[in-house]
């Protein structure tokens, strides 16, 4: 199996200037705990995480409204490619303790991939949902 066969392909990331506030909205509205950043090519020139913030937060409460991701991201981004072999993601994700990481190919992001989506291509789904359409008297 191959980083590409289980990636998820729909990415939200960021860009260099964007204000860590913003950043931190879409963090919070995307349920993420980090973004990759990208450059207008669509290369990974970075990955910026909630722990980058709260160190900023940390620092600087109001750090979050002049920060631009560029100035809190950590550079460069380990990314693996679309034709890795997943064995060496898990690796990368156990070594790094990365909760997730960029895919890419030809230098371009083209995934992720995290560690409930390697998880979920190994687990078979044994629960079924069921619902007689019986309703219970109130």
Known sequence: MKAADIMTTRVTATTENATCIDLARKILSGFFSGLPVVNHEGHVVGIVSEIDLLELIHRD??????TTTKDVMHSPATCVNADEDIDNVIAVLMENKFVRVP???????????????????????????FDSGLKRDE
Do not use: E, H
């Open 61 to 66: 409460r109001n750090a979050l409204y002049t």
């Open 103 to 129: 895919v890419i190919q030809d230098g371009v992001l083209v995934g992720i991939i995290s560690r409930s989506d390697i998880l979920r291509s190994y687990v078979r789904d044994d629960f079924i949902v």
